[in-house]
C-alpha cells in the first residue's frame, strides 16, 4: 500500500515552455502533498505544501506565479512549470500524507530538462 | 540554519560489516524523526522511523538509536549487503504532523563486496 506515483518520469521541453507534472496518491487519500526539487548530489528541497481544496504554501525564495501547484483533489496534484528555463532542469519529486498520518510517501520523481 | 545535519557525505563499507549513518539536529522541538533511502533517479523510500518517546526502534537489519539529550540519531544497518548502497536521507518533524519534514543533506553508502 501507500503507492504514490508520478507522470512523466522524465521530460525535455524547449525554453520558453511551460511543463505539467502529476502526482497521484494511487490507494490512500492524501489531503497534504509536497514537492520537492533536488539537484545533483545535494539534498531534498521542499518547495511547496498542499492541502487539497486550498492554496499550496511556498518556501521561502520559490516564485509561486512559476511553479503552479494545484491539489484538486484527494488523489490528485499537479506542478506546473511556467516558462521554463534551463536553471529550472532538475529532479522534482513529489510525497503525499494522508490524514492523520506522519509519514509522506514519496513518487519516482520525474527528471525535467529545459534546452 | 541547517537544523538536520549529516555531517559524512559518503561511507563506504565492506560486505557483511555494520554501516552506521549518523545524524544530528538542533531544533528541540523535533519529535519524530524518520531515515530514507534513495537510489539515483528514484524517489526516496521510507525505511525505520522513531518517535522521542522511544531511544530504540528495529527492524530486521535496520535499527535507529535516537539520544534526545545529544540530539543525535543514528541507523545501523547490519550485516551490511551490496543492495543497501544508495543515498540516506535523516528526516525530523515536530509533534505537530501539520508541519514538514526537515531533511538532512544526506549520506552517500556505498557497500563494497
Known amino acids: 500500500g501507500a503507492v504514490v506515483s508520478q507522470h512523466p518520469s522524465w521530460v525535455i521541453c524547449k525554453s520558453g515552455t511551460s511543463v505539467k507534472i502529476e502526482c497521484r496518491s494511487l490507494d490512500f487519500q492524501a489531503t497534504t502533498m509536497f514537492w520537492y526539487r533536488q539537484f545533483p548530489k545535494q539534498s531534498l528541497m521542499l518547495m511547496a505544501t498542499?492541502?487539497?481544496?486550498?492554496?499550496?504554501?511556498?518556501e521561502q525564495g520559490v516564485e509561486k506565479d512559476k511553479f503552479l501547484i494545484n491539489h484538486a483533489s484527494l488523489t490528485l496534484s499537479t506542478l506546473t512549470v511556467t516558462s521554463a528555463h534551463p536553471e529550472d532542469s532538475s529532479f522534482y519529486i513529489c510525497s503525499a500524507r494522508d490524514w492523520g498520518g506522519a509519514e509522506q510517501f514519496f513518487g519516482p520523481g520525474t527528471r525535467l530538462t529545459v534546452l | 540554519d541547517q537544523q538536520v545535519k549529516q555531517n559524512s557525505p559518503s561511507l563506504s563499507v565492506q560486505e557483511g560489516r555494520i554501516s552506521i549513518l549518523n545524524c544530528d539536529y538542533t531544533?528541540?522541538?523535533?519529535?519524530?524523526f524518520l531515515w530514507y533511502k534513495k537510489y539515483p533517479a528514484e524517489g526516496p523510500t521510507f525505511l525505520i522511523s522513531?518517535?522521542?518517546?522511544?531511544d530504540k526502534n528495529e527492524d530486521g537489519r535496520f535499527t535507529v538509536f535516537l539520544n534526545k539529550s545529544a540530539k543525535h540519531l543514528s541507523l545501523h544497518i547490519v550485516p551490511s549487503q551490496p543492495g543497501d548502497s544508495a543515498v540516506y536521507f535523516c528526516a525530523a518533524t515536530p509533534r505537530n504532523y501539520g508541519q514538514n519534514f526537515v531533511f538532512g543533506p544526506g549520506t552517500r553508502l556505498s557497500v563494497l563486496p
Open positions: 522513531i518517535s522521542s518517546i522511544k
Open positions: 498542499s492541502n487539497e481544496g486550498s492554496k499550496a504554501t511556498y
Open positions: 531544533n528541540s522541538m523535533f519529535d519524530y
